[in-house]
């Protein structure tokens, strides 16, 4: 099992463009989430999904978007990128117990 | 207010003694309770969760929960240099486990 596998690993954006961050877990978990990790801070989470064709918002879902076509992938789309869109960024699973399966991360810089 | 509240440390201990994680919650319906760690530039891992009032062991590792004053702390015996990481509480605002909420993490510093 490869468990939560985040692509990429890292990546440098110019103010403006677009990217989507891929995430595939092999887990058959109906639970995925993403949550970015700004230096120093705490996770927020961005959005969640209960299972394929559902998602919702978390506490910072301004300036990205998901879908969840599959039980395996919920890639996050980052539209127009802003400095302020920096950050770490976790994707995780969950078999629905609280236990979040995490990726490695991807590390985003927005010049 | 925020919702999870964590003194941000570092709080430093000598091998061996105990550390005390504290993590204080806003929200009274709160049902599930846990702490990750998360080693420096690694992801977080899961250590214990804790739903009901008392402790629970694990370990070298105690969750404690008191729901009527809102807290959640985390006990390290025996404390090794090893388990120098940030420790993140982590809550479920509502019933079930959908939504996860997480403080902004406790430093630990264990000097050998």
């Known amino acids: 099992n490869a468990g939560v596998t985040q692509t990429p690993k890292f990546r440098i954006l110019k103010i403006g463009q677009s990217m989507t961050l891929q995430c595939t877990q092999d887990?058959?978990?109906?639970?995925m989430y993403w949550y970015r990790q700004d230096p120093g801070m705490g996770l927020k989470l961005i959005y969640y999904?209960?299972?394929?064709?559902?998602?919702d918002k978390g506490e910072v879902p301004n300036g990205y978007n998901v879908s969840r076509s599959t039980t395996e992938d919920f890639p996050l789309r980052l539209e127009l990128a802003a400095p302020s869109q920096t950050s770490v960024y976790f994707c995780a699973s969950s078999p629905d117990t609280g236990e979040l399966f995490f990726g490695e991360g991807s590390r985003l810089t927005v010049l | 207010q925020k919702e999870v509240e964590q003194n941000s440390g570092p709080l430093s201990v000598p091998e061996g003694a105990i550390a005390s994680l504290n993590c204080t919650y806003s929200?009274?319906?709160?049902?599930?309770f846990f702490w990750y760690r998360q080693y420096s530039g690694k992801s977080p891992e899961l250590i214990m969760s804790i739903y009901s009032n008392g402790d629970k062991e694990d370990g070298r590792f105690t969750a404690q929960l008191n729901k009527a004053s809102q807290y959640v702390s985390l006990l390290i015996r025996d404390s090794q240099p090893s388990d120098s990481a940030t420790y993140l509480c982590?809550?479920?605002?509502?019933?079930?486990?959908?939504?996860?909420?997480f403080g902004t993490g406790t430093r630990l510093l264990v000097s050998p």
């Open positions: 887990m058959n978990h109906n639970y």
């Open positions: 982590a809550i479920t605002s509502w019933p079930g486990f959908q939504k996860l909420v």
């Open positions: 929200d009274r319906v709160s049902q599930s």
């Open positions: 999904s209960v299972g394929a064709g559902i998602t």
